[in-house]
């Protein structure tokens, strides 16, 4: 996942309005979202490479995301896959404060990460480049490949887009969102971020939908749930050229 964008408790009937893109090769093979044969509670897609996943929710109301921290020359060769952090604490029974405690004594052994868990009443924070989590307050976030909120181009463009999206009407809509999501203009040079990528390629990860020689936005996801625990998860994939190819959608209320 290379960018969530998200409103934790800030709307009165919808705690969890999240709307995120997963940005990778294309040639790395992935499993449109669904509830897992090998867990049945836990609604993902799922990266077929290491067999973890990028974000999720279970029948629980207890999600997790994870995006990569841009900083190739620190990347390790070793390096445990982050995509089993979403997986096994969604997998799990651990709260979110146990689990993330867990996480913060082994994230030498992941390359760098920012990391999402909770549910609609609590959502923690942990940037492995940090020391603490994080328990965020009410109100309007964004992550991409920096820390919480960094000032990058498509995260202060996508929280003001999604704040929109959540004043334009009671109920927020998934298309709006997954429109906001497709935004694929390149920012100027002068507000780009400085990764250790090439400039070609700060330029091409700029926007929020991505699409660059073989790289770019796979899937788009929204994720939506009230007050009463009814959850909204919608996933749409996307081809090489940024083309449509499915739309996925799962409406349930959670046991808890």
Request: proline content about 5%; some cysteine.
């Amino acid at each position: 996942m290379c960018l969530l964008l998200f409103s934790f408790n800030k709307h009165p009937e919808y705690p969890i309005i999240l709307a995120a893109n997963r940005d990778e090769f294309f040639e790395r093979p992935t499993e449109a979202a669904s509830f897992w044969h090998d867990c049945p509670s836990m609604l993902a897609g799922r990266d077929l490479h290491k067999g973890g996943t990028w974000m999720g929710v279970n029948k629980d109301g207890r999600i997790a995301a994870v995006t990569n921290y841009r900083e190739p020359s620190q990347n390790k060769p070793d390096a445990i896959s982050r995509g089993s952090l979403v997986s096994d604490y969604l997998k799990g029974n651990e709260s979110a404060e146990d689990y993330i405690q867990k996480v913060m004594l082994q994230s030498n052994a992941y390359d760098e990460f920012n990391f999402l868990v909770g549910d609609k009443q609590s959502l923690l924070f942990f940037s492995s480049l940090e020391d603490e989590y994080q328990t965020l307050k009410p109100g309007l976030y964004g992550i991409s490949n920096g820390m919480l909120d960094s000032p990058w181009p498509k995260v202060t463009k996508g929280k003001l887009a999604l704040e929109k999206v959540i004043e334009a009407s009671k109920k927020p809509e998934p298309e709006k969102l997954f429109d906001l999501l497709a935004d694929k203009t390149i920012a100027a040079d002068s507000e780009l971020p400085s990764t250790g990528v090439s400039l070609e390629w700060e330029r091409s990860l700029s926007p929020l939908f991505v699409k660059f020689d073989g790289y770019g936005t796979r899937s788009s996801t929204v994720l939506i749930i009230d007050k009463q625990g009814e959850v909204f998860f919608s996933e749409r994939s996307f081809g090489k050229e940024g083309q449509v190819i499915d739309t996925c959608s799962y409406e349930f209320i959670t046991d808890s």
